[in-house]
């Protein structure tokens, strides 16, 4: 089978920022709000981190369900990875996510600061020092086969787009404006040259656009 490149779940606000500015440690995601781009799968019956029985079925529920399958590989960007810039002067930092990182396969971060890869229990980060093409390379031999995701943020994902490297396209269109911040597009029509889409809203408020590759 072929391996796919997938963008999976990656949620923009209406006017097409990813992610706000003013990146912090305590603020991964700048002015933004993840709790607002992101309440659309927090209120699935999939949602990983559901601690209560219910949640929403449908669509959203689906997608997030879905996020996980047939993945061997991610590659993010480095300002997923940390807020921190420049060289590495902190090798005890390894991410937001703890001991328990969610991402279970191996995770490629595009960095010009390498540094040494290390392993939290079924994830184990490598820090490449490349273009998309070599990032995905290294990837898609990690992968055995499965597929490879591109998790963001939205800087990356539109490298690995302008780079013609993306099959699959999957972006929550939240209901909130940002006004600034890291933008994926100004308009989703600028994809259209080279995938077909479906626009979809849910009942939860968001708008999801499905492209694949023509």
């Avoid at 787009?161 to 911040?181: Q, W």
């Amino acid at each position: 089978m072929t391996q796919l490149v997938k963008v999976q779940n990656f949620v923009v606000s209406r006017d097409g920022f990813g992610a706000g500015e003013d990146q912090t440690l305590d603020r991964p995601f700048g002015h933004a709000d993840p709790g607002t781009m992101f309440a659309w799968a927090g209120a699935t019956a999939s949602w990983p981190n559901r601690t209560d029985p219910g949640g929403s079925r449908g669509l959203d529920d689906y997608l997030t369900r879905d996020f996980a399958h047939n993945i061997g590989a991610e590659i993010m960007g480095a300002h997923k990875f940390s807020p921190h810039r420049g060289p590495w002067e902190n090798h005890d930092w390894q991410g937001w996510w703890g001991d328990e990182p969610p991402f279970h396969t191996p995770v490629f971060v595009l960095t010009h600061h390498e540094r040494p890869s290390f392993t939290l229990s079924d994830t184990t980060f490598h820090f490449v020092n490349g273009d998309p093409a070599e990032a995905l390379a290294l990837a898609l031999e990690a992968a055995q086969g499965k597929d490879v995701r591109i998790g963001g943020g939205a800087t990356t994902i539109r490298a690995f787009l302008d780079a013609d490297l993306i099959d699959t396209l999957h972006v929550a269109v939240a209901p909130v404006e940002l006004g600034h911040g890291v933008p994926l597009w100004k308009s989703p029509d600028e994809l259209l040259d080279r995938f077909h889409v479906d626009v979809v809203p849910s009942a939860s408020g968001v708008t999801h656009h499905l492209f694949w590759r023509k």
